[in-house]
């Protein structure tokens, strides 16, 4: 074989193995990616649920209080177990948001909520340091 023909077929061969290993690299990258999306999701799902049920804890505590501002006599014990539930959800909603901003490579500023890149020093929106 001439040994021009045998050096451009072994430039094609390695072109094609770099373009191989190339789009290798995108697949497994893609999939860690997906992989992301669907805990993110799910975390959003258990957010989602976690809210809801934060928000009946506070329409709870709102009608104990309405209901002494109205007279009742007070139920301190309902009210110091609702709080007590009211700050465990609150913690469980804070770690979930934490672990959703760090599958997406992000934070939220603690002022506005804004997500911003994990790297930024200030908020985007309203130029809090982070």
């Not at 959003?44 to 501002?69: A, C, I, K, P, W």
Request: glycine share 8%.
């Amino acid at each position: 074989m001439d040994d021009k023909v045998k050096e451009l077929l072994d430039r094609v061969r390695d072109t094609a193995v770099g373009a191989a290993d190339a789009a290798n690299q995108t697949a497994r990258a893609a999939g860690k990616k997906a992989g992301q999306m669907v805990d993110v999701a799910k975390l959003n799902v258990q957010l989602f649920d976690l809210n809801g049920e934060f928000s009946e804890v506070l329409r709870q505590l709102g009608q104990v209080m309405y209901d002494t501002h109205k007279g009742q006599e007070e139920d301190g014990e309902k009210i110091t177990a609702l709080l007590a539930r009211a700050d465990e959800l609150s913690g469980k909603v804070e770690e979930l948001k934490e672990r959703i901003a760090a599958l997406r490579q992000s934070k939220a500023c603690p002022d506005c909520g804004a997500v911003c890149g994990k790297e930024d020093q200030f908020c985007r929106r309203c130029g809090r340091a982070l």
